[in-house]
């Protein structure tokens, strides 16, 4: 009887150790620091940061408050990366094709030129195996990623010259990051990575002769209808560029399953709020661009588009011969490409055949 006592007090003690230990844990509290690629309280990208924060604060009832810093702010924009893999912060927010150099693969996790909509690339990250695939890319960089905000189907730039054919992007310096940049130089340009907020500076000295950024909503609050003379549409290198918030992974195992979950479901509002935005704003400001700043809009000729395909294509297959991760990503990308492409062209494409009548 004694050791049978002793042995229910024993389990009872332990029980109510480990209910002590779980609430230790579900009052502590984490202050952590998010590094962006955006000026600070950019509109749309710098707000989702921003609001991603503030949820994750709402959710969590206090417990894991982070503060944002913009581009410049605490680290360079083209920094974010090199912070939180060396856990010098906790999380960055900004977009996958800005790591190519350092991560090649990366860059088909923010957008393919000729790729996936947006609505495809959240079908290929979250039910296709592309998640995943990014997970398992970014670990060795002590990384944990997430789709954390789209621009939708992007403008294809700012040219101070009228585009008639592939000869006239020869000898281009142009404002393009990721696999559209690979393509440019392809063609005869030369691409140029530039932060967000040095753009207009240096479209307006002349530094590059042109540029692409997102869309209507950001172009016409960035000015670059002051610099630039034609805006050229559709964004063929950019037609559904995923955001990323980015993890360290040591600092994302100290949280407990319940705050795991909270910052995960932060990233899926964002992702959504965020396409929302551009989506619902886009229209009106590309109206205000051409009624009352007169900037030529201008339509990529078949033939540029053509051209700029069949470029993209030996991008892309030369990319996947040099790198087997790349490789591995690009036929994922590829398989569900084609998956989700016949199943679009009985769904959403005859029925915008049918709106357009």
């Not at 600070?40 to 940061?49: D, R, T, Y």
């Not at 996936?116 to 290929?124: I, R, T």
Request: proline share 6%; net charge positive; aromatic share 12%.
């Amino acid at each position: 009887l004694f050791f049978s006592f002793m042995g229910l007090n024993f389990l009872g003690c332990k029980k109510e150790s480990d209910q002590s230990v779980k609430l230790s844990a579900s009052q502590k509290t984490y202050k952590w620091k998010m590094v962006t690629t955006w000026p600070p309280h950019f509109p749309v990208l710098g707000e989702g940061a921003d609001k991603l924060a503030k949820w994750v604060d709402q959710m969590s009832n206090g417990r894991l408050k982070i503060t944002v810093f913009g581009g410049g702010e605490l680290v360079p924009p083209l920094g974010v990366f090199d912070a939180v893999s060396s856990g010098t912060v906790e999380m960055g927010h900004g977009a996958s094709y800005y790591w190519a150099g350092k991560v090649p693969a990366a860059q088909f996790f923010a957008s393919v030129p000729f790729g996936l909509n947006a609505q495809s690339m959240n079908a290929w990250l979250y039910s296709g195996g592309g998640l995943k695939l990014w997970e398992e890319i970014y670990k060795p960089f002590n990384l944990k990623p997430f789709p954390a905000g789209n621009t939708g189907v992007q403008m294809g730039g700012w040219f101070n010259k009228e585009i008639s054919s592939l000869d006239d992007l020869k000898g281009l310096k142009m404002r393009m990051p990721g696999l559209g940049g690979k393509v440019l130089a392809k063609a005869g340009g030369t691409p140029i990575l530039v932060a967000g907020g040095e753009i207009y500076t240096n479209l307006d000295r002349g530094v590059i002769d042109a540029t692409e950024w997102v869309g209507p909503f950001h172009d016409l609050k960035m000015g670059f209808y002051k610099a630039a003379k034609y805006y050229y549409y559709p964004g063929w290198h950019e037609p559904g560029t995923t955001l990323e918030l980015m993890i360290n992974t040591k600092a994302w195992g100290k949280l407990p399953p319940d705050l795991q979950a909270i910052v995960e479901a932060a990233t899926y509002k964002a992702n959504m709020w965020m396409i929302s935005e551009f989506e619902a704003k886009n229209n009106a400001n590309l109206q205000t661009l051409v009624e009352k700043h007169k900037v030529k809009l201008r339509k990529f000729p078949d033939s540029v588009i053509d051209g700029l395909k069949k470029l993209s294509t030996q991008v892309l297959e030369e990319m996947a011969s040099k790198d087997p991760t790349s490789k591995k990503v690009y036929e994922s990308f590829k398989k569900f490409k084609k998956n989700i492409s016949a199943w679009n062209d009985m769904s959403e494409s005859p029925y915008q055949n049918i709106i357009m009548k």
